[in-house]
């Protein structure tokens, strides 16, 4: 377990939920291998100045469809547009996942990446990410985000059953 001084002041959890990021729907769609994988939630974002923002509460609200192959469509995408933002050039190369890699090899390499995560952990996922189940052009600065939302439900119910702590093997 994490133990921070006393004088450390950490942010309120709603505080950290409410992190948001703008993004241009317009930009993401056509670089998408079809419109499904587009997750209908973030239709649903506020506007922002300029852009609609999408925070991380919607995109852990999009995790719990993740057992599917839409769900897990849906995750990638999303964690991809909550870490990219809005400049053209940004979105163009996180949309290279998609140009080098069918999309049954994507579904099969990040369901496996899942599984991998639900049965053995976040440092087997990532070396399974990094390896076995690589995606070209979704490297560790992306794919820890697909990592990071996928175990939120895992983490919340370690916290429920009473475990706070944790190791890597």
Known sequence: MIVFPDDVD???RDTV?????PFDRARWIPLLPDSTWWPAAFDEC??????PRVDRRAV???VSQADTVEGRRHLLVAALVWGTGTKAQSVNRR???F???SPADIDARLSEALDVLRARGAAEAYWAFNNDQRVPYLGPAFFTKVLYFAAHDRATAL???GITGGSIR
């Open 10 to 12: 950490l942010p309120h």
């Open 17 to 21: 939920l409410g992190q948001a990021i």
């Open 46 to 51: 506020l506007d922002g100045d300029r852009w």
């Open 60 to 62: 852990f609200s999009i």
């Open 95 to 97: 949309a290279r996942v």
């Open 99 to 101: 140009e080098h890699s």
């Open 159 to 161: 916290n429920r059953s």
